[in-house]
């Protein structure tokens, strides 16, 4: 029970500092770790291979992993709960005053820099994911490249949905071994 | 079907078909929210992924609870959280509890690169989509290009870059606004 409770509150504490969702939860973990010793930092590696290795968010998928690894289904709930309450909780709170101060001049002049901000972050998180797949071993990969010059065009042209370009793109890597 | 029985299950859907998590999931985000359902306009997702990015926690579930708590107040807002979070949950115990070593099959290290590129190929389509609703003047296309900038180059922290996007442009408002009252008096 004890270890339940440090779970959640460990995890909860996670959830409310780690801006930015997913892997941005991975250095408080590791200091967790040091502070714990509930499961080792190549442990932690491979959970975050894992975690990345399957659907849901990865900050979710990896409160699930740890806390199954420390005590069980029981394990699961509180991290998982302790991870997204304080996120929950805030977001309710700002719901509520979007709702109420939905004309105020100042809520839309932050949305008017708001919006261009996270534009440009998403951009920011494509250029980093796209040197992890166009760029290995000092060289260019051009059959990611390809492939990318491939996917685009119907991508903007059409309304295929999102999973059929990543269930093309998962054969098309086991065929071409990427 | 009761409503909170089908946002739980849309939102479960959401969470079953998304991978790599974060920003990969904006355009399945995008696509069942807002162009299957009208649950969100394009103006209110760009708003609510500029939220989550200076918000703590998982911008998937940020996601979530706002268009849960738009639809069904608060009770809307933890069911459709959970909605999201279900499959991730069921999954990970899984494979936590059975498959070992699942990451190092040469088939779905291939499948994953693979499925990283498509991912890159999303996320230029929903920059693409955002900027039609974000770039909507001079001012703004030069606020998104600082900000990639300040992004990339000098890794400055995104939540940095949010609020003071946010303040210069109340700021910005606040300087319109006196300026236009000032002219109207003269």
């Known amino acids: ?178 | 079907m009761p409503e909170l029985l089908r946002m739980f299950l849309v939102f479960a859907k959401v969470g079953v078909m998304t991978f790599g998590g974060g920003y990969a999931m904006l355009p399945m985000l995008m696509r069942e929210l807002v162009e299957k359902r009208g649950w969100l306009d394009t103006e209110e997702f760009a708003n609510m992924t500029a939220i989550g990015q200076c918000t703590p926690g998982i911008i998937a579930v940020n996601m979530a609870t706002y268009v849960g708590f738009k639809r069904r107040k608060n009770i809307g807002g933890i069911v459709a959280t959970l909605g999201v979070i279900f499959p991730s949950v069921i999954i990970v115990s899984v494979i936590a509890a059975v498959l070992r070593g699942y990451t190092e099959l040469p088939a779905v290290r291939h499948a994953f690169a693979g499925i990283r590129v498509s991912v890159c190929a999303l996320i230029v389509k929903t920059v693409v989509s955002l900027w039609k609703t974000s770039g909507k003047n001079m001012f703004s296309v030069i606020l998104i290009l600082v900000v990639f900038a300040a992004s990339v180059l000098i890794d400055v922290s995104p939540t940095l870059l949010v609020i003071g996007s946010a303040l210069l442009c109340i700021l910005l408002g606040l300087y319109t606004e006196r300026r236009a009252k000032k002219g109207g008096a003269e």
């Open chain 1, 1 to 178: 029970m004890i270890v339940l409770l440090r779970l959640f509150y460990e995890y909860f504490l996670i959830g409310l500092f780690s801006v930015g969702g997913g892997l941005a939860t991975v250095p408080f973990l590791q200091d967790l770790a040091a502070r714990t010793g509930w499961f080792t930092l190549t442990e932690l590696a491979d959970m975050v291979a894992i975690a990345q290795s399957v659907p849901g968010p990865i900050g979710v998928n990896l409160a699930t992993y740890v806390g199954f690894k420390i005590s069980g289904i029981p394990g699961v709930l509180a991290a998982v709960l302790g991870i997204v309450t304080p996120s929950v909780a805030v977001i309710l709170i700002i719901a509520h005053i979007l709702m109420k101060f939905k004309d105020s001049k100042y809520i839309a002049w932050a949305f008017n820099g708001l919006r261009p901000a996270s534009c440009a972050l998403i951009a920011a998180a494509g250029v980093s994911m796209a040197q992890l797949s166009f760029w290995s071993d000092g060289a260019f990969n051009l059959k990611a490249i390809i492939l990318l010059a491939v996917l685009i065009p119907p991508m903007l042209k059409t309304k295929l949905h999102p999973l059929v370009y990543i269930a093309f793109s998962a054969v098309i890597g086991i065929i071409f071994k990427f």
